[in-house]
């Protein structure tokens, strides 16, 4: 089961809908730091995966430094790196945003708190941007926007999952 949907007119899809097992499963991936959840995401969709998005490079959405090192890994990294895809951290997370805990005006300044790592470069790439949770689109919206000002080749998105009313 997936959905597609446009992100600033660009073409994403989400693998399932955001509800109550999805949000205990990524509770005990990223909140209880559990490493080998990370297979079960994208495990049953990865061959698929790969050759729809062959050519493309991941661009994960970012979580503050702080809490990668805490948990021991980023979280969207290790759900994306099945896809067997080079990964191209290009974007950090430059204050302990918690997202859950802003209101939706807040969530739209999100990408004040994003910013564009020094000598990296997307262009003339094909882009995969992706995220664990979809839920008012601002962190998506802010990265397409860093994105498209890098001149990549063509952008795309790919979140695991979509949160209602959404999917």
Not at 7 to 23: D, F, H, K, Q, T
Not at 46 to 75: C, M, Q
Request: net charge positive; charged share 25%.
């Amino acid at each position: 089961m997936f959905k597609r949907f446009k992100v600033l007119g660009v073409s994403a899809m989400a693998l399932y809908p955001y509800n109550e097992a999805i949000r205990n499963t990524l509770f005990l991936f990223k909140g209880c730091y559990d490493f080998e959840m990370r297979k079960v995401f994208l495990d049953y969709q990865k061959t698929w995966l790969h050759f729809v998005y062959l050519g493309y490079v991941i661009v994960p959405a970012p979580s503050f430094a702080g809490h990668d090192e805490k948990r021991g890994f980023n979280h969207v990294v290790e759900m994306f790196s099945s896809l067997g895809l080079p990964i191209v951290r290009a974007i950090e997370k430059t204050e302990d945003i918690k997202q859950s805990s802003l209101n939706a005006k807040e969530r739209a300044k999100v990408g004040r708190h994003l910013r564009w790592m020094d000598g990296v470069s997307v262009k003339g790439k094909k882009v995969l941007l992706v995220d664990d949770v979809y839920t008012t689109g601002s962190t998506m919206k802010a990265l397409v926007r860093l994105v498209k000002a890098h001149n990549p080749k063509r952008i795309k998105v790919l979140v695991m999952s979509l949160a209602p009313p959404h999917f």
